[in-house]
């Protein structure tokens, strides 16, 4: 399935429960960090180097999965509901970390953008 | 742009910065997470009822979209490291929603899935 | 009870369970932001002006209670285990907020911080 | 300073600036899931078995402990503003928690709950 028919999809799911009074962008925002939330639950207590492994693990994968499908489909919703150009804000964003992390400052290196103040 | 594109592109801005030594699946949901946090933090102050408006302003539109980029990038180095196909676990999530709520029980109302028990 | 009984309260749960193991500062910040989660959660479909009757509903206010003592207990772990006193965390914030939002700036509006570059 | 007096200083902190408007507990729960993400990012490229070190590195230590005091404050400006008390709450859930988490099943075990359906 396509990106656009799955909007199609998402569009025809939330028109038939007449959920579109609640989906405002500040609702939507609300949805998309408290899945956020659900996927972060999962790796909680898994160590970094366990962390690739247990998710390959037969039932934590699906609910990885599942919560990662529902990420997708907040911010779906979100770029539906506000006329934000999903690939395009992340083209952008790409474009310009790659001026906040430059190469030689960043390689190998967990740092924080040039010129962040915290 | 294409997505699989913007995918090769994430994958070569990361190895120019020899960061998947970061990019285990744990740290990408703190990512994923810490960056919806950001995007929460825009509308935290807007009443529901400016929500859409508010989204359409210059400034505060650059701004969302700006962390929209950053939610998908999260998301898509999670999906690309766990080998998890987004578009996959978003329509497999759209069939289950669609039995969690169904319409005559969901028709206008905010509701909890069907069976939550939480 | 008193807070400091409450922490010992909490150590001894945590101790007769040997999940000071999994309790690294890293993952009980990864609980705490779990847990705010949930809590957003409850609030995602409630519009600002229902938000107060909402949280005196019997049993939306005991979902509430319930994450807001999940909250309360993820930051007390996490200030023992890094040993950052919160009532001083606090204070020294309070004490830094009145310098960032001077009143004559920030009188009645959702103001962002002065010298904040966003 | 003991927290009743806290309270009291953000009530001020809060009245001056004319932010009660803003600040229903729909609101408040954003600031607090939002703050909790910005914690979270401290800790984000931080393996688990550096976390206790990096938490006692000066720089570090220092944010941490400002994220903290801005978790602590939202969390208090949701207790006040619903009328719930956070040592109660915290000791409820702790309460249940035992029961949730037997030793017996939970000894040594990053375990989800008794009964959870996930």
Redesign the interface.
């Known amino acids: 399935?396509?990106?656009a028919s799955?909007v199609d999809?998402?569009r025809a799911?939330v028109a038939?429960?007449?959920?579109s009074?609640?989906h405002?962008?500040?609702?939507l925002?609300?949805?998309?960090?408290?899945?956020?939330?659900?996927?972060?639950?999962?790796?909680?207590?898994?160590?970094?180097?366990k962390?690739?492994g247990?998710?390959?693990e037969p039932e934590a994968?699906q609910?990885?999965?599942?919560e990662?499908?529902?990420?997708?489909?907040a911010?779906?919703l979100?770029?539906d509901?506000?006329g934000?150009d999903?690939?395009?804000?992340?083209?952008?964003?790409?474009v310009?970390?790659?001026d906040r992390?430059p190469?030689e400052h960043?390689?190998?290196r967990?740092t924080r953008p040039v010129g962040a103040?915290?």
């Open positions: 399935m396509d990106p799955l999809e998402l799911f038939e429960r007449d959920w009074q609640f405002d962008p500040k609702n925002a609300m949805l998309l960090a408290s899945e956020a939330g659900e996927l972060l639950a999962e790796y909680r207590w898994v160590p970094n180097d962390a690739d247990f998710s390959h994968r609910r990885i999965a599942d990662i499908g529902d990420v997708g489909i911010l779906m979100l770029c509901r506000t934000i999903l690939q395009t804000a992340m083209r952008d964003k790409l310009r970390n790659r992390y190469v960043s390689k190998g967990a103040t915290g």
